[in-house]
Structure formats: C-alpha cells, structure tokens
C-alpha cells in the first residue's frame, strides 16, 4: 500500500476541524495561510486532545517553509481544552507570505477545535 501525505489547507477565517492521529487514516494536520502579512489574532477553542500550532515563514525553493525569522515563537503547544488567544505577526520573505500548521501531535488520539482567524488593523 502506497501512502500519501498531504496537509488539508483551511479555505475560511473560520471553521470546526477534527484531526486524526498520526497513525490513523485521514488528516492529522491542517495548513492555515494568511491572505497578507500583518498583525493577526488566532482565536482557538480547543474541544478535545492536544494541538500544536506552528508558525512558517518561507526560507527558500530548495528548504520551503522553516521557523519565522522575527524573534515570533515557532511552536505553540495547547494541551488544555478552553479558548486560547495567538497574537501573530505574519510577515513575508520571498514574495510568500507566512502559514501555520495547525497539528494533532497524538499517534492515536483524536483532536477537534474551532479557529477563527481575526485581522488586528482591519477586517479581514
């Protein structure tokens, strides 16, 4: 058997997403892409399991997407279910602007949330 692995990419600003475990079938990690740099609010509710949310900043063609260069953290690990606040400053380097994937660290466990994505100086 052949497999295939392939982040789903998050279409809205906001949405209820389940995650499977890394080692069941189906998606255990979504990708979350900005429509421009700026200052953003990731509001997550977390329902059930553990996330971890990362934040990429495109470093070039041969490496893709690594760490955010801007002193911004690289991970965020939410492991208590409630409401949870990100302050993000997503920029832009090589006319690609930053992403977070949004990850069940579990092998087995399932993980459902809901995001919304906010704009901090304006409507998104």
Do not use: C
């Amino acid at each position: 058997m052949r497999w295939i692995f392939k982040d789903r990419v998050l279409a809205a600003n906001e949405g209820l997403v389940e995650l499977h475990g890394q080692w069941s079938r189906g998606y255990s990690s979504v990708i979350l892409r900005f429509p421009q740099e700026g200052e953003y609010e990731l509001m997550i509710r977390l329902l059930t399991g553990t996330l971890r949310v990362n934040h990429m900043s495109f470093l070039n063609m041969e490496l893709g997407f690594g760490n955010p260069p801007r002193g911004q953290p690289a991970h965020y690990d939410l492991s208590e279910a409630g409401t949870h606040v990100l302050t993000l400053t997503i920029g832009q380097s090589f006319e690609r602007v930053d992403q977070m994937s949004l990850v069940n660290p579990r092998w087995k466990q399932t993980t459902s949330f809901h995001y919304q994505l906010l704009r901090l100086e304006g409507k998104l």
